[in-house]
């Protein structure tokens, strides 16, 4: 089973810090460890806000991959306990975005470098998926979780489901018991 990162709507106050921690830790760095200033700003995780409700929306790492599913390039696979993207593969056709119940994949186009130094080489736009991969570079764990000033984001791991089934389990039990 995967492990998630889930939010509960009443801690998120809409800060927006969990969108930025995301986009920066997935930014390339220099040597130094320094964010270039020009790097595009792209999260994998997106802030709703309605009038009612404010909650980040993210990959559940679907057991089922309904994304991967969808994908005719095979892009999308499971590695490390993480679903994925295999950026080498996606040709970013957005089925995986259509597919995905959660509206938590999003298909961003960034202009790529010239191939050579000729004069006449030009940039060119890709397509490319990106989605929650639960930080799987930092030893820390999602970026978004740490930063969260509310703690409104969690990571949820196979043990933690089964002690909540087992605690639903004994008060549903108790709940019987004649008083």
Not at 28 to 56: C, M, W, Y
Not at 137 to 151: F, I, K, L, M
């Amino acid at each position: 089973m995967n492990r998630f990162v889930i939010a509960d709507p009443e801690r998120c106050i809409g800060c927006r810090t969990c969108e930025v921690a995301c986009a920066v830790s997935h930014q390339a760095s220099d040597a130094q460890g320094t964010v270039q200033a020009n790097a595009p700003f792209h999260p994998r995780l997106k802030l709703v806000v309605t009038e009612r409700i404010t909650t980040p929306i993210l990959c559940r790492q679907c057991e089922d991959k309904p994304c991967a599913m969808a994908c005719p390039n095979q892009a999308i696979v499971t590695e490390n306990g993480c679903v994925t993207v295999r950026q080498e593969r996606c040709i970013g056709c957005k089925s995986c975005v259509v597919a995905c119940p959660y509206g938590a994949m999003n298909v961003v186009v960034t202009e790529t470098a010239p191939e050579s130094d000729s004069l006449f080489a030009k940039a060119h736009k890709k397509a490319h998926a990106l989605k929650c991969d639960l930080c799987g570079h930092r030893a820390d764990g999602p970026a978004c979780v740490s930063v969260c000033p509310t703690q409104a984001l969690r990571l949820v791991t196979p043990d933690d489901l089964e002690q909540e089934r087992r605690r639903k389990q004994l008060a549903s039990a108790l709940a019987l018991q004649p008083v």
